[in-house]
């Protein structure tokens, strides 16, 4: 069936173009709606968004490192400051045509040889958004050339700025450490764009890594007009850093540089303490490395021959070594034995040796020292009394007093590697060893060898403790100094006593008398000791013990001290270890070390000209002996070309591998003389007069 047509008028023609009319009209209309609301979200809500876009093709921004907060000594002296910098460094991700750019800089900045292979092993080496520095403190005529050239060295990023400075070098290396440039792994864990900044550096051991955040600052920012193709127009206005916050710390710097110094060729530390406030006056650690060169940036060769010394020059002694303390706990166990009961002015008779079951333990003294009351046995060392006395009493009943005077505590330091060491006692070794406590056990904790250990810090803590009566507390930073500690719960006669004793062990005939002060009204009371780290077999006692000088360097006893002054009115007190120190040396043993330490508080003359009269018989200062050995180890060396490459990986000091090394070592020479049946006490000396 066919449908019939459809006839379209006029009206409909119209109709139909009105509607068509209409709609595009809307769709026009909603279009442009859509685009004068984008226009005026552009305009009005995204007006900063793009004035910034618009401002960043015509301003370049870059950041300027804020300068680092000041460590400064109790005087406002400072430890660690800045001095203006001008630097040149690489940017690896922008560098073209690298042999052409090396070329320029090499005539721009005079650079040697070396020098410039140096840079292209560490441009090789270094990730690409990490700087490389290619010449640090410049003077200005250099700086200006780099800088008027820039645009003919893509890449290469001249900058004014600051630079970490350390005044007293290497007396202060284990205290303050160092900064350095960030590695790969800090900056993928932020991807702060400061860390990539050439010219900044951040804390990367010891205090300037602990207080990183405070020291800091915030960076400023540099901002440049430039063409479309990076030409410089005008330097426009720029943002200023805000410095980082300056650090006071409780230290003396100069007694600190004068300890460093007085410690000679010694491996070894020491800790002086204020007896009032527990504030630390001094924290030495040596040898030690450059906090300079560190800053700076070491070679791979200077690494290496910080690694292969035997005294381990990379090691904070002070809070990562552990030693047993020898003789100079002896005070302290004098104070336990009273504390439990024991009379003071009973007499033990030594003859030299104690028959214990089939061992025999020996006293220092070969022909035996008679009969002995506590004052004397602590005066002339006598390990016959504590043997028997502690025997008697039980070693479980010395701990607590050890750790109440500080021995195997943990304090709140800001350092992130603080070994404790051990306080043994029956319940530690059953659940380290699985095995009883034993009589030989006691024998040896009584003369501080066996299982105990401490660390210098300790030592002059628990040297301070027993001369002020109170639980005081060590601190370093000004502003957490707690003035408040409580009185020790021992009777004011029995500490008179172990005073007197330690007064008498350095002024009257004891075993300390080359520590005696000779600045008038200023007397020394002191505790010397001596720990074994090697086995002495009964045939070697036999045929004759081998002196420390006879012996390779690790094989010889550990010297320590420790003491306080005035004596009859405490003020300063200092430990010390000297590591296998032997007492081979007069002028470097432990007391007198500790003399001239403690004299500089109180006559500073007298300490100086004693420095002046024994420093050139070690080979001169701090600085003359390591340039010394730096010269006669790359001698020795001849190294390759690679080897004078900058050091970039995360390693530090504190977690070198030698560091460990020199812990495993001396926990492995620790635990066979611990062992039973190789019992220190039963073998050798604990103590010798110096």
């Known amino acids: ?77 400072p430890i660690a400051n800045n001095r203006t910098d001008f630097r040149v460094d690489i940017i690896p991700d922008r560098l073209e045509d690298a042999d052409r750019v090396l070329a320029l800089l090499a005539r721009l900045l005079a650079l040697p040889p070396e020098e410039i292979d140096r840079i292209k092993l560490d441009l090789k080496n270094a990730p690409g958004f990490q700087p490389v520095q290619v010449a640090e403190n410049i003077d200005w005529e250099r700086f200006a050339a780099i800088s008027l050239r820039q645009p003919e060295l893509p890449g290469v990023a001249p900058t004014r700025g600051f630079a970490r400075n350390y005044p007293a070098g290497a007396a202060v290396a284990h205290l303050t450490g160092y900064v350095g440039t960030a590695n790969a792994e800090q900056y993928r864990a932020t991807h702060d764009s400061l860390l990539v900044t050439p010219g900044f550096k951040l804390g990367k051991d010891g205090l300037e890594k602990m207080l990183d955040a405070e020291l800091r600052g915030q960076p400023g920012a540099k901002r440049v007009e430039v063409t479309a193709r990076g030409k410089l127009v005008a330097e426009l206005a720029t943002k200023p850093d805000v410095p980082g916050k300056t650090e006071r710390l409780t230290i003396d710097i100069g007694l600190q540089e004068y300890a460093a110094r007085r410690l000679g060729t010694n491996s ?55 030693y047993p303390p020898g003789s100079t706990v002896k005070p302290m166990n004098g104070l336990a034995l009273m504390a439990h009961g024991v009379d003071p002015h009973a007499r033990i008779s030594c003859s030299g040796a104690l028959r214990v079951g089939t061992g025999v333990f020996h006293c220092h003294k070969k022909s035996g020292h008679g009969p002995l009351d506590l004052k004397n046995a602590i005066m002339q060392s006598c390990d016959i009394y504590f043997y028997e006395m502690v025997r008697r009493m039980g070693y479980d009943n010395v701990a607590p007093v050890a750790r109440m005077m500080g021995l195997g505590q943990k304090f709140d330091l800001p350092f992130s590697t603080q070994r404790f060491g051990t306080v043994p006692d029956g319940a530690w070794k059953l659940k380290k060893y699985k095995a009883n406590w034993t009589v030989a056990d006691s024998l040896n904790a009584s003369i501080g060898q066996g299982y105990v250990l401490v660390n210098p810090m300790q030592l002059a803590v628990m040297a301070s403790r027993i001369a002020s009566g109170r639980h005081l507390t060590p601190s370093l930073l000004a502003s957490r100094i707690d003035r408040n500690a409580a009185a020790l719960p021992f009777p004011s006669e029995n500490l008179a006593l172990i005073h007197e004793a330690m007064w008498g ?29 090697r086995r002495i077999t009964m045939a070697e006692r036999r045929s004759g013990v081998l002196k420390n000088g006879q012996l390779p360097f690790k094989l010889r006893d550990h010297a320590a001290f420790m003491g306080f002054a005035p004596a009859d009115n405490p003020r300063y007190a200092i430990g010390m270890v000297l590591e296998h120190n032997g007492h081979t040396v007069r002028n470097l043993d432990a ?8 004299t500089y508080l109180f006559d500073r003359d007298r300490a100086v000209k004693s420095l002046a009269e024994a420093e050139p018989t070690w080979g001169g200062d701090i600085q003359m002996r390591m340039a010394a050995d730096a010269a006669a180890y790359r001698a020795a060396q001849a190294p390759p070309p690679a080897a004078n490459a900058t050091k970039t990986d995360a390693v530090v000091p504190s977690d070198a591998p030698a560091v460990e090394n020199a812990t495993d070592l001396a926990n492995a020479s620790q635990a066979a003389l611990s062992s039973p049946g190789n019992t220190v006490a039963e073998d050798g000396t604990t103590d010798r007069d110096p």
Request: with cysteine; aromatic share 6%; glycine share 10%.
């Open 505 to 533: 062990v350095v002024n009257g005939g004891g075993t300390g008398g080359a520590a005696r002060m000779f600045t008038p009204g200023i007397a020394l009371a002191g505790k010397t000791g001596t720990a074994q780290v």
């Open 591 to 598: 007391p007198a070390v500790a003399r001239d330490i403690m």
């Open 268 to 322: 070894g530390s020491a800790v002086v303490i204020d007896c009032r406030t527990g504030e630390i006056l001094a924290m030495v650690s040596m040898p030690a490395y450059d906090p300079n060169s560190f800053s700076d940036g070491i070679s791979h060769l200077e690494w290496q021959m910080l690694s292969d010394n035997d005294h381990v020059p990379l090691m904070n002694k002070v809070t990562q070594g552990l």
């Open 1 to 77: 069936m066919r449908r019939t047509p459809r006839i379209v008028t006029e009206a409909m023609q119209a109709y139909s173009y009105s509607r068509r009319a209409w709609l595009l009209g809307t769709a026009q209309a909603g279009v442009g709606a859509l685009l004068a609301v984008r226009m005026g979200w552009l305009a009005i809500a995204q007006n900063e968004k793009y004035n910034l876009l618009a401002e960043s093709n015509r301003v370049n921004v870059t950041k300027v490192p804020p300068r680092r907060g000041w460590i400064i000594d109790r005087h406002g002296l």
